[in-house]
């Protein structure tokens, strides 16, 4: 997504700042931030503390409170991480901005609509490589260091679950699994309508 600095903001660019994996961007009221490398989630709590991921965020998106109604609110960097503060200044957030949230909310609700949990991690997985992937000689590489857990938040199901459908999938040959939480996705366009 190609980000258009608003008026307000189009004289000087925003400096970069750098943030840890794991490491939370600072939520400011009046400020959003551009992801210019690495990726992010951002995620709210139920009231039982059980964590929601609502988004994942890479290299041109846009995140923060502003764009959203959710309270609490975080953004966790889920690699190293370089963004950009761009203040608001009392202007409305930009249209293209919420329309990418939009299409991200719709995009991870179809995922957690599936009724078969095998199914819904065929849809994240692929969507993921779709978003965070590129190719590799054996398929598309997700080169997120996501861990079972964060899986199991997206999805809204347990660890335990994700760990079990990821084993039967490297069985199946379906996905090959590298170190670093890492996940290769083999052909995912032809087996992900035989599940």
């Not at 992801?35 to 039982?48: F, H, Q, S, Y």
């Not at 809204?156 to 670093?180: A, D, H, M, N, P």
Request: proline content about 5%; hydrophobic content about 40%.
């Amino acid at each position: 997504m190609s980000v258009v600095l608003s008026s307000h903001n189009r004289g000087a660019l925003p400096l970069r700042q750098k943030f840890s994996m794991r490491s939370p961007l600072p939520v400011k009221q009046q400020s959003l931030w551009r992801i210019e490398a690495g990726a992010v989630r951002t995620l709210t709590w139920l009231e039982d503390g059980t964590p929601i991921s609502m988004g994942l965020w890479g290299p041109g998106d846009i995140v923060g409170q502003a764009l959203s109604t959710v309270d609490p609110y975080q953004i966790e960097c889920l690699t190293a991480v370089e963004a950009s503060l761009l203040p608001l200044n009392g202007e409305p957030v930009p249209n293209e901005w919420i329309l990418n949230h939009l299409r991200q909310a719709e995009s991870l609700l179809i995922i957690r609509s599936c009724r078969r949990v095998d199914l819904m991690l065929v849809k994240l997985l692929g969507f993921l490589a779709k978003r965070f992937g590129r190719e590799v000689e054996s398929g598309n590489l997700i080169d997120l260091r996501l861990t079972h857990q964060d899986l199991a938040e997206l999805m809204g199901t347990t660890r335990v679950t994700v760990t079990r459908i990821l084993g039967q999938f490297e069985e199946q040959g379906l996905i090959e699994r590298l170190s670093l939480h890492r996940i290769v996705l083999k052909e995912y366009e032809t087996w992900h309508y035989e599940i």
